[in-house]
């Protein structure tokens, strides 16, 4: 494992569908392969994980115990979150151990639609409370970017 930067670890957005679903998994693929690299005596490898995790005498037991120290996995919900999607992403950080976030980011896409509000004078809905494709798509969109946007600052401050 190569460090490039002084975080401990990775942050993977996850959203319950199948892209971000498919990262997570090969991420704790990766984590057993490490595990496996150690328990057959590979000090090499030994030695870079106790670097990546910043902790000189670990030793990972499991993949999951391995995953749980080098990969967060964050559900960014709002209001029209699905209970499925939150349930598969739980379940799947669950299952591979990975440390688990679950914000409501709510509160920040109000702000951006508040912006566009006072500026225009039009409150954007979305199409099942009446709104236009167009309006559909920008507060889809909007959702989106702001996951983006909190994506990098927990990655940057919480890893």
Do not use: W
């Not at 209001?79 to 914000?103: C, D, F, V």
């Not at 309006?135 to 990655?155: G, P, T």
């Amino acid at each position: 494992m190569a460090v490039r930067s002084p975080l401990g670890g990775f942050l993977l957005p996850l959203s319950g569908g199948v892209d971000s679903s498919a990262v997570a998994c090969i991420m704790f693929s990766m984590c057993r392969l490490v595990c496996q690299a150690v328990a057959a005596g590979n000090d090499d490898v030994l030695s870079d994980v106790r670097q990546v995790v910043g902790d000189a005498v670990y030793n990972p037991r499991t993949p999951q115990d391995l995953c749980s120290r080098l990969l967060t996995t964050c559900y960014m919900a709002t209001e029209n979150s699905s209970r499925e999607t939150r349930e598969r992403a739980g379940m799947l950080s669950q299952q591979i151990g990975s440390y688990h976030l679950t914000p409501n980011i709510d509160a920040a896409v109000k702000a951006v639609i508040g912006v566009f509000t006072m500026v225009t004078g039009k409150a954007p809905q979305f199409r099942v409370h009446g709104g236009s494709s167009p309006e559909n798509l920008a507060l889809q969109n909007v959702q989106a970017r702001i996951r983006m946007v909190d994506a990098y600052l927990f990655a940057q401050l919480s890893l």
